[in-house]
């Protein structure tokens, strides 16, 4: 068994309209710093799989398929065996 961790994200040139309200609610509390925020969506898959690899291909084509709009939004993962993370 195998865990993917998969961060969607817009892509850089679409307007992200709720990173720039939790940027604006950050800034009135005194976090003058943050220069920019973005706001993404953060997704486990548990693959049954018997080779790494595979479960490489499996969130992949997940990610491709129903995970990730390839218009707008980026996405990157990592697979880690279940049970070593």
Sequence with gaps: MFKAKITVTLRKSILDPQGKAVEHSLKSLGYDR??????????????????????FVTAEEACKKVLANPV???YSFEIIEEGKD
């Design 72 to 74: 707008m939004e980026d």
């Design 34 to 55: 943050i220069k920019d925020t973005r706001i993404g969506k953060y997704i486990e898959l548990i693959i049954d799989s018997d080779s790494k690899e595979d479960a």
